[in-house]
């Protein structure tokens, strides 16, 4: 993959895509993307997240749903949410591209400000903008519908540790309470009233957030656009390679259990990841990864975003 980052600091983007195949131009748009970052501006998520992940795609309503790596189990159980008139609607789990942005913006707000009170106002249109989700028409319901899952759902992270025959676990609302619109199901949904709501993070989930962060390039975010398998890549990367203290292998049989929930078989997860990996690199310049027929090869590489900025120094 680096070969592609050099490819556009000697040449530019449009040249670039001159000397790579077709297939590859998507990353090269991605690198280049990334690279031209003058200001950088940092997303957190928390490291459960990057260690586990949401549906890709939508599951029924009334589903619970799991995913592992070995380490950490994440159980989220789909809830209800009062509509207008006082029905509760049952919202089932968060899935997707859009769920994992938004709970990216939700955990980057009450970082930054300290606070577990998020307000979905013009701080949430701008996120939007700055991952390259336009605010209308369908992207509208999906990402209303999203945050209506997310508000809605219960989550359990759980691990065992070296020696302990009982396992720990974190329970945890990732929203605890606040105001949530549900007109989205509605056909006369107006968009004028975008994002007037607040809501307030569970206080459990804000600890460990605070506890266990992992900061997040917002740019890359954009340059990966709407692909939820490399946005897991992405994070798991972020939080992985810079922990690294020698090279370590992660073979295919780990990876499967956290990001093959589309597929039925390991060999069909190992054709496919290919691709997710190759855009969640291009979007981590610094990212250190090496594959053959056993799986991945990870290296110690630098963070995604300086180290200087996270701290604040």
Known sequence: MGTIHQLVLQHGREQARMYVEPEERPLVD?????????????????????????????IPDDQIWERENGLVKLTISPGLLPAPGGKMVRCGVPYGAHARLLLIYLQTQAV???????????????FLDRVGIPVGGKT????????????????????????QDTPEFMKSDIIKGGQID??????????GTLWQERVVLGE???????????????????????????????AWLAYRLHHLKRPQLVRWEALYPQF?????????????????????????????????????????????????????S
């Not at 992992?214 to 709407?226: N, R, S, Y």
Request: aromatic share 8%; charged share 25%; hydrophobic share 40%.
């Open 140 to 163: 509208y319901k999906s990402v209303r519908e999203q945050l209506a899952r997310i508000a809605a759902a219960n989550l359990v992270f759980s691990w065992q540790r070296d020696g």
């Open 182 to 191: 549900l007109s989205f199901a509605s056909p006369d949904t107006r968009q």
């Open 30 to 58: 991605i690198a280049a993307e990334v690279l031209s970052v003058e200001s950088p501006e940092m997303g957190t998520v928390y490291t459960g997240f990057a260690l586990t992940s949401l549906p890709h795609k939508k």
């Open 260 to 312: 093959g929930s589309n597929y039925a078989r390991l060999r069909d997860f190992r054709a496919r990841f290919i691709d997710p990996l190759k855009m969640a690199m291009a979007a981590y310049p610094e990212a250190k990864v090496s594959v053959d027929e056993r799986g991945l090869t990870l290296y110690p590489s630098s963070p995604p975003i300086p180290l200087k900025q996270v701290t604040g």
């Open 204 to 234: 459990d989930f804000f600890e460990k957030l605070k506890d266990h962060p992992i900061p997040l390039l917002e740019q890359a975010l954009k340059a990966i656009g709407p692909h939820s398998v490399a946005l897991d890549v992405y």
């Open 112 to 126: 930054r400000n300290r606070s577990r009170e998020v307000e979905l106002g013009p701080s949430l249109n701008a």
